[in-house]
């Protein structure tokens, strides 16, 4: 057992099974903690900076369409990784913040005819992302499919910050983004349009 008086009255937030087998001292988990929690938030600032970019600016820096595939991936994950309540209500925060955006998106952004188009259009990519992902966890099962939501991440996270970057020097521009926000899509590890 730790000397350090906080272990007595806080629980990490997930140890990981592969991280329980190495039994790492205590501090290692409460650091671990710490940059989860931090990713967690840059990745809420995120999406709420982009929203008052997408209100003010009328602009997206790229298609709406590729927020299909991030509400399927926090959908799926959010029941499929979790093994603890606080877990699943990070996800599914994430999830809601990610439906609020495409929504204000589509409200602000696309006209109510092209906006009704374009949210059926993200359903059915959504629901085709979901067995997409669900066959992904089939064909590659390990232990709460960490291996697949870690490279699922990973491949919707590199387009949509080239993008980003790309449209940045393409327009020379910042309508409907930022340096600001390009970094923290970075820095957050997440994939974020």
């Known amino acids: 057992m730790s000397d350090f008086w906080l272990t007595e009255y806080i629980r990490h937030l997930v140890v990981q099974p592969a991280d329980a087998r190495l039994n790492p001292p205590e501090g290692y988990l409460f650091v671990q903690d710490g940059l989860i929690i931090s990713c967690g938030v840059l990745y809420a600032l995120l999406y709420v900076f982009l929203m008052m970019r997408a209100v003010k600016d009328r602009v997206l820096p790229g298609s709406i369409k590729y927020m299909s595939l991030t509400l399927a991936y926090e959908l799926y994950y959010a029941f499929a990784t979790t093994s603890t309540r606080l877990e699943r209500i990070c996800f599914l925060a994430w999830f809601e913040l990610d439906l609020t955006f495409v929504a204000l998106a589509l409200w602000r952004v696309h006209g109510p005819d092209q906006g009704k188009r374009i949210a059926g259009e993200m359903l059915v990519y ?17 232990d709460r499919e960490q291996i697949t939501a870690y490279w699922t991440g990973i491949l919707l996270q590199l387009p949509a910050g080239w993008v980003y970057a790309y449209g940045l020097v393409k327009h020379r521009s910042l309508l409907g983004h930022s340096l600001e926000m390009w970094y923290a899509a970075c820095f957050s590890r997440r994939r974020v349009w």
């Open 126 to 142: 959504c629901v085709t992302a979901l067995a997409g992902l669900r066959y992904l966890g089939y064909l590659y099962p390990d």
